[in-house]
Structure formats: C-alpha cells, structure tokens
C-alpha cells in the first residue's frame, strides 16, 4: 500500500507560481511513476504532469508553466506552477502506479492506483 498526501494549495493572483508537494510512504517509492492530476467544477479529471523512467511528461494546457520534479530520498514528488491562469483553478491530486513506471498511459487517471485526498488551488484574476 501507498499513502500519498498533498500538502501547498491556496489562493494565489494570475500570473503567480505555487509549488505543491505529495509526500508518499513505501519502500519503492523510486519504481513508482508519479503523476498530478486536476479536476475543476463540473468537469472531469485531467491528467497535468507525471514523471517515471523515460522521463516527464505535460498535458498541453501546463507546458512551459508547470514543471514536476521528484526526491527519491524524501518519498516526494512536486509540481511547480508558475505564471498561473484562472483556468487552473481545480482540486489537485497526486496519483502513483507502480505497473506505470516503464510503461503504460501515465496520462489515463484510472490507471492508477493510488491517490491522495487532493488540495484545492485557486487562481483569482
């Protein structure tokens, strides 16, 4: 089993950056892939950023504001967001899958299986 928990959302002004962090408990925390999550009002989830073997990967919306970045040694993976939109106001959640690591949809949100509780992250104009 892994315990994943999000911490760093809030309220932050259009065009600010927030850093959100997902500590995670296991022993193989290096062979899982990590990936962020989003999901609005009304709206489905979305697949924003994850990190595994081969590399990162973005969802088209985040490229060139967001970055995902991970600490073996500390269980942790986060997601930097700057120049932040209004659009990208949702409840972010950090997801992991150990079968995702080499292969597989990392971007597809029920492929995996773990999820933290999500924080909420607001982005006022």
């Known amino acids: 089993q892994v315990q994943l928990v999000e911490s760093g959302g809030g309220l932050v002004q259009a065009g600010g950056s927030l850093r959100l962090s997902c500590a995670a408990s296991?022993?193989?925390?290096?062979?899982?892939?990590m990936g962020w999550f989003r999901q609005a009002p009304g709206k489905e989830r979305e697949f924003v950023s994850a990190?595994?073997?081969?590399?990162?990967g973005y969802a088209d919306s985040v490229k060139g504001r967001f970055t995902i970045s991970r600490d073996n040694a500390k269980n942790t993976v986060y997601l930097q967001m700057n120049r932040r939109k209004p659009k990208d106001t949702a409840v972010y959640y950090c997801?992991?899958?150990?079968?995702?690591?080499?292969?597989?949809?990392?971007?597809?949100?029920?492929?995996?299986?773990?999820w933290g509780q999500g924080t909420q992250v607001t982005v006022s104009s």
């Open positions: 997801a992991a899958s150990e079968t995702l690591y080499y292969s597989g949809s990392y971007y597809q949100a029920d492929e995996h299986d773990y």
């Open positions: 296991g022993r193989t925390f290096s062979r899982y892939a």
């Open positions: 990190s595994r073997w081969s590399g990162t």
